[in-house]
């Protein structure tokens, strides 16, 4: 390992090495398949950290000489990455599991990979070693780079299961290959890890401490990305608002903004996810002065119950929150609001979940994610006594949906007859007649498909019918808006 500001960062050799063994066994897959190419599947789930690991590991397949597919029957290589937020994405993982036990009964030769957050917690583990022994190579979110290495084992000996899992902070990896999801926009980690420590999450026990990434690193890859013709940027960490707190120099998200604000070729960033207890005046204040910077942010509120918040160890309270959103809309009046809403944690009373109540009507999300708490073994919540019955868990988010839902129809039939500004990311999947991308305020939106090539564009688009959870347009010349 290398040091780097106060975090260790694996060293050039340890990625050649890698490189090595992905060589290795490009040439054996060459030899093997001559003109054909074999098969990889990937899935994801969970958050954009997710998927962007998701990316990095499509590239080193690629590398490889791998080619998609989303038939399970056909892959050569299964691999599922994880998460461990919720107990549904959990359940999931099993049941698919269960169902590629099956498929793998008939191709001795499919190797089946699992890595993520949910291998980072021990029972987990014991659970894939003792029910799940068809599962090749198992992994955590720590040593995602050795992938070639692990997959080169078992292509070349008959090893039985791999278990490979770091109980370790991390460090920080450059260098990874990556397959980008999208042609226009791009997810770039800027750090990784987290120590807020919320009595609900498991993600510092999974993801690791904090530990920031250097600017010139995050700098080099956002003008990488320029030069290959990417227009928006999404900058990931679980708390990009303490971006910069591992570093030597004092360099904040707010320097970084403006940084990346400079690069020729962006045009648009955005960042995910922002804690209410770090959204600083400085922040705010670049967001409302750079012209790049969008006008949305996923701003957590959790719970709208004041006590409740404490016991999450949030670090903030309702009244806080409001704080915040005020300070914001007086800076950037048309900024959208998204956020996340936890229904039932933990000895949350009525009189609470009507306090959250309160703030969706208060706050007028553009859009929720709304869950159910879920027990995560091993976070301080497991232990917590007034655990909420299941059936007033879901009475309690039913009746949270009609707000949500209904505010964000409301925001969204207010933009009829605007004309709004739009980054085209793609010919819709449903209907090849039609383009969609989404404009500054994160608003999805469809419109009928012109004659050209407008992917990666920004276009002016008339909303003639919104829809509760997307705008339907029409787009406009240059000539018409100005006029």
């Not at 995560?376 to 707000?403: C, I, N, W």
Request: aromatic share 8%.
């Amino acid at each position: 390992m290398s040091k780097r500001g106060l975090i260790e960062t694996v060293s050039e050799d340890a990625v050649k090495k890698q490189q090595q063994y992905a060589d290795m066994i490009k040439v054996q897959n060459t030899e093997k398949y001559h003109d054909k190419k074999p098969k990889y599947m990937i899935t994801t789930w969970g958050c954009q950290m997710n998927e962007h690991d998701s990316e990095n590991l499509s590239g080193m397949f690629e590398y490889m000489g791998y080619e998609l597919t989303d038939r399970e029957e056909d892959a050569d290589v299964i691999l599922y990455n994880t998460c461990a937020i919720r107990e549904n994405a959990e359940l999931k993982v099993y049941g698919n599991l269960s169902l590629l036990k099956h498929i793998k009964e008939n191709r001795d030769d499919m190797i089946i990979g699992v890595c993520g957050c949910m291998m980072q917690q021990p029972h987990v583990v014991e659970e894939l070693k003792k029910k799940y022994s068809h599962v090749d190579i198992v992994f955590g979110t720590h040593n995602i780079y050795q992938f070639p290495e692990m997959l080169y084992q078992q292509l070349t000996s008959n090893a039985g299961q791999l278990i490979d899992v770091w109980d370790i902070d991390g460090q920080i990896i450059e260098g990874l290959p990556t397959t980008r999801k999208f042609d226009v926009k791009s997810f770039v980690n800027i750090m990784y890890g987290c120590n807020n420590f919320c009595t609900y999450c498991i993600v510092p026990y999974t993801r690791g401490r904090e530990r920031s990434r250097e600017p010139k690193d995050i700098l080099d890859e956002i003008r990488f990305l320029a030069n290959e013709g990417i227009k928006e940027i999404t900058l990931l960490g679980q708390n990009v608002n303490s971006y910069g707190k591992t570093l030597e120099q004092n360099y904040t998200f707010a320097d970084l903004l403006r940084d990346v604000n400079d690069i020729d070729g962006i045009e648009r960033i955005r960042f995910m996810s922002s804690h209410p207890k770090d959204l600083s005046d400085e922040l705010i204040d670049a967001m409302a002065e750079l012209p790049k910077v969008c006008e949305s942010l996923h701003l957590p509120i959790q719970s709208g119950s004041t006590r409740l918040l404490k016991k999450m160890n949030r670090h903030y309270s309702k009244e806080d929150y409001y704080l915040l959103v005020d300070k914001l809309r007086a800076k950037i009046p048309n900024i959208g609001f998204t956020t996340d809403i936890m229904v039932g944690f933990p000895g949350e009373t009525e009189e609470d979940f009507l306090e959250t109540m309160e703030v969706v009507e208060r706050v007028q999300y553009d859009s929720a994610f709304t869950f159910l708490y879920s027990v995560r073994k091993g976070t301080p919540a497991e232990k917590m006594e007034d655990q909420v019955p299941e059936e007033v868990k879901k009475e309690r988010f039913q009746r949270l949906l009609e707000p949500v839902n209904r505010i964000a129809a409301e925001k969204n039939h207010a933009y009829a007859g605007k004309v709004v500004e739009v980054l085209v990311e793609s010919v819709s999947k449903r209907d090849e007649t039609k383009l969609t991308g989404r404009t500054r305020e994160n608003k999805l939106v469809n419109f009928d498909r012109p004659e050209g090539d407008w992917i990666g564009k920004i276009v002016h688009v008339k909303i003639t019918n919104p829809k509760s959870f997307s705008l339907n347009g029409e787009m406009v010349s240059d000539e018409e808006v100005l006029g």
